[in-house]
C-alpha cells in the first residue's frame, strides 16, 4: 500500500494550488493593508464562498475519518444526525447573526464587553484561545500519524508540509484567502469522498446491493425514541443534543462568526447560513454511505490479518488504498481530501485566533495603534499561531492516553461559551459577576464529566470488536483517541449507579449540559448579587426571546418579561438615553467603533451614539 508518482503528484497540487491562493490575494487588490481586509475579507463577500467556508471550517479530517468508521462499526444510526442540522442552523441564522452583524463588531467577544464588562470578554477570549490552541495541533497530528501508519509517507515531513502552507496563505492572503481555500478544499472534498463511494460500490455490486446486504446484516438502523440520556445514540441524542453542539459550532464561535461578519450584508450572512443546510447533508450522506461501502467491501474482500487496520480511524484509509489499488491517481486525491479537511480547519483557527488576539487583547492595551502596524501585527500573530500549531503537534505526538483528554476538551468547552452568550442574550437581568462565575462552573462541570468518563473508559476496556474483528482496539493510539472521543461517546457499564452515571452522558449531550450548567449558575448568582438593572442594559446586546415565543400575551405583559428593557420601537428616545447612560459612557465600545459607525451609517443603519443600531421595524416583537 503505497503512493505512485501520480498519486504523489496530485497531492502536491492541491498544496501548491492552496498556496497560490494565498499570494494572490497578498498581491492583489489592497494587499491586505487594512486590519478589516485581512481579519474581515473587507466585509465583501458573497454568501456561496462564505457558505463552503462554514462547512470546510469545523469537516476537519476527524469526521472524514470517523464518520465512515462510525458507521461500519455501528450501523447508520448516526446518520439521524442531520435532523438536527435545521434548527441548528436556523437559529444562529435568525438569532445569533442579526446580533452580531448589527453591532458591527470584529471579535465574538467583543459582544460580551457591550453585554456585561470587560473582565466577561477576557475570560470569553482566554477560554476560546485554549480551546483552539489544543485542537488545531491535534488536526495536524493526527491525519498524518494515520496516513503514515497506512502509507508510510513520512511523518514530520506531512507535518511541517502541512503547518507551514497553512501558516503561508494564512498570513499572507488573510480571511479572503483562508474563504477561498476552504472553497477549493471543499471540492476537494466532495471528490474525493465521491470517488471512493462509486469505486467501492462498484466492486461490489452497486449501491442497491450494498444497501439489502447492510439491511441483512442489521447496519440500518431504525428510529430508536428512548428519551435516555445515557443510552449511546437515540433520536432524541443525536436530534436534540445535536442542536446544542451545532449552535455552539455555528451559533457563537469565532472561526465562524467571524465569516459572517465577513458577507456585504446582513441578508447574505443569513443566505449563508441557509446554504450550509444542504451542503452539511450531502457531506453527511457521503461519509455515512461510504462506512456502508466498506463495511460490505470488507465483508466480501477481508485483507490479509497482517493488513488490518489496528484502530477505527486506519480504516478508511486501508480501505481506501485497497479499493483504489489498481486506480492511479484516486489515492492520491482521497489523501488531498483528507488533508482538505485539515488545511481549511487549521487556517480557520489561525485567523480567529490571530482576530480575538489582536481585538481583544492588544487593541484594548494599545488604543492608539496605527493602521499599519495593527496590520503587522495580526499577520504576525496569525504567523506566530502557525508556528505555535506545529509546537502542538510535536507535543501531541508525546501525550499518549493523556491527548484523549485533550481533545475531550474541545467538545466540552464549545458548551460553556454557549451558554454564556445565551446568558447574555436571552436573560436582561444578568450581571457580570453571574456570567463569570456561570462560565467557570460550566468549565468546571464540562471537566468533571469529561475526565471522569476519559479516566473510567482507561480502567476498563469497554470497546466492542467490530464484525470480522478487522479491528483492534488500543488506547493509547493517538487518532483512535480522536475518532472515539469526538465521534464515538463512552459506552456505558452495566450498572452505574450515583455519580459514575453522569460520566457515561452521551457525548452529544456534553454542549446542551454545560451550556445549560452556565445559564442556571448564571441566574442564581446574578439574582443573589442584583440583576443588571434595565437602564444599563443596552437594547441591542438583547434577543427577546420569550416575548416572541409568547407572542399571544397581552402586550402587558409581554413588556415584563423584556425585564423592564426598553426597545426602540417601544420607545426610541428613551433607548437612545439608555444606550448613552450605559456601556457607550463608559467606555465600552471597542476600539474602532466610530469608524465601524460612520461605515454602519453608510449602509442604512440608525446609530444611538456608538456601534449601529437595530431599526424600529425589526426590533419589534
Not at 121 to 131: A, E, H, K, P, Y
Not at 257 to 263: C, D, F, I, P, T
Not at 301 to 314: E, G, I, K, N
Not at 349 to 368: K, Q
Request: charged residues 10%; hydrophobic residues 45%; glycine residues 8%.
Amino acid at each position: 500500500m503505497e503512493f505512485t508518482v501520480i498519486d504523489y503528484s496530485i497531492f502536491a497540487l492541491l498544496l501548491v494550488l492552496s498556496s497560490a491562493i494565498g499570494l494572490f490575494y497578498a498581491l492583489s487588490g489592497n494587499r491586505q493593508r487594512t486590519v478589516q481586509e485581512f481579519l474581515l475579507a473587507n466585509r465583501n463577500m458573497s454568501f456561496l464562498p462564505v457558505a463552503l467556508s462554514l462547512l470546510a471550517t469545523f469537516q476537519s479530517a476527524v469526521a472524514i475519518l470517523g464518520v465512515p468508521a462510525e458507521i461500519y462499526r455501528f450501523g447508520t444510526e448516526y446518520w439521524f444526525l442531520g435532523c438536527s442540522y435545521f434548527l441548528g442552523l436556523l437559529i444562529p441564522a435568525h438569532i445569533f447573526i442579526p446580533i452580531f452583524y448589527r453591532l458591527h463588531i470584529t471579535s465574538t467577544y467583543e459582544y460580551l464587553e457591550l453585554r456585561f464588562n470587560k473582565t466577561v470578554r477576557v475570560f470569553g477570549t482566554v477560554t476560546f484561545i485554549f480551546q483552539m490552541v489544543i485542537y488545531m495541533g491535534v488536526v495536524l497530528y493526527a491525519p498524518a500519524l494515520a496516513l503514515n501508519a497506512v502509507t508510510g509517507f513520512d511523518l514530520w515531513s506531512a507535518v511541517l508540509t502541512i503547518g507551514l502552507v497553512c501558516t503561508l496563505y494564512t498570513t499572507l492572503g488573510g480571511l479572503k484567502a483562508v474563504i477561498w481555500t476552504d472553497v477549493f478544499q471543499t471540492l476537494v472534498m466532495f471528490a474525493g469522498q465521491l470517488a471512493v463511494i462509486v469505486v467501492g460500490a462498484w466492486r461490489v455490486g452497486g449501491m442497491a446491493r450494498i444497501w439489502h446486504l447492510a439491511e441483512q446484516e442489521g447496519k440500518i438502523s431504525g428510529i430508536d425514541l428512548d428519551p435516555d440520556p445515557f443510552k449511546r445514540y437515540t433520536f432524541w441524542t443525536l436530534s436534540m443534543g445535536g442542536v446544542f453542539m451545532m449552535l455552539s459550532l455555528y451559533g457563537v464561535n469565532q472561526a465562524q462568526v467571524q465569516r459572517y461578519l465577513s458577507a456585504r450584508s446582513e441578508w447574505e450572512a443569513k443566505l449563508s447560513c441557509y446554504a450550509v443546510f444542504p451542503c452539511q447533508q450531502i457531506m453527511l450522506c457521503l461519509s455515512c454511505l461510504t462506512g456502508l461501502v466498506m463495511f460490505i467491501y470488507d465483508r466480501e474482500h477481508p485483507l490479509a490479518p497482517a493488513q488490518r487496520p489496528r484502530s477505527s480511524d486506519q480504516l478508511v484509509l486501508y480501505f481506501v488504498m485497497d479499493v483504489l489499488r489498481d486506480l492511479p491517481g484516486l489515492p492520491g486525491l482521497f489523501v488531498a481530501c483528507l488533508f482538505s479537511g485539515s488545511l481549511s480547519t487549521i487556517s480557520s483557527a489561525f485567523n480567529s485566533l490571530a482576530t480575538v488576539t489582536m481585538e481583544d487583547l492588544v487593541r484594548p492595551c494599545c488604543p492608539g495603534l496605527s493602521e499599519s502596524r495593527a496590520t503587522l501585527l495580526s499577520k504576525l500573530l496569525a504567523l506566530g499561531y502557525g508556528l505555535l500549531c506545529l509546537g502542538m503537534a510535536y507535543v501531541s505526538s508525546m501525550l499518549g492516553p493523556v491527548l484523549q483528554a485533550a481533545i475531550s476538551i474541545f467538545g466540552m468547552v464549545g458548551g460553556p461559551l454557549l451558554g454564556l452568550f445565551c446568558l447574555g442574550m436571552f436573560f436582561p437581568c444578568a450581571n457580570s459577576t453571574g456570567a463569570v462565575v456561570g462560565l467557570l462552573a460550566g468549565l468546571a462541570m464540562a471537566f468533571w464529566v469529561g475526565i471522569g468518563s476519559l479516566l473510567q473508559s482507561m480502567g476498563a476496556a469497554r470497546e466492542p470488536y467490530p464484525p470480522n474483528n478487522t479491528l483492534l482496539p488500543t488506547a493509547s493510539n493517538l487518532t483512535t483517541a480522536l475518532a472515539t472521543t469526538l465521534l464515538t461517546p463512552m459506552l456505558a457499564p452495566q450498572s452505574p449507579s450515583g455519580l459514575q452515571k453522569f460520566y457515561n452522558l452521551s457525548y452529544m449531550w456534553y454542549s446542551a449540559h454545560n451550556s445549560t450548567t452556565v445559564v442556571l449558575v448564571g441566574l442564581l448568582v446574578s439574582l443573589l448579587t442584583g440583576p443588571t438593572p434595565a437602564a444599563a442594559v443596552d437594547p441591542r446586546t438583547i434577543y427577546p426571546v420569550l416575548p416572541r415565543l409568547l407572542c399571544c400575551l397581552p402586550h402587558k405583559y409581554r413588556q415584563k418579561l423584556c425585564c423592564g428593557v426598553v426597545f426602540p420601537d417601544q420607545d426610541s428616545d428613551h433607548t437612545d438615553t439608555v444606550v448613552k447612560s450605559n456601556g457607550m459612557a463608559n467606555g465600552l465600545v471597542p476600539p474602532g467603533s466610530r469608524q465601524r459607525e460612520q461605515e454602519a451609517e453608510g449602509q442604512g443603519y440608525i446609530s444611538m451614539g456608538g456601534a449601529p443600531e437595530y431599526s424600529l421595524q425589526e426590533t419589534s416583537f
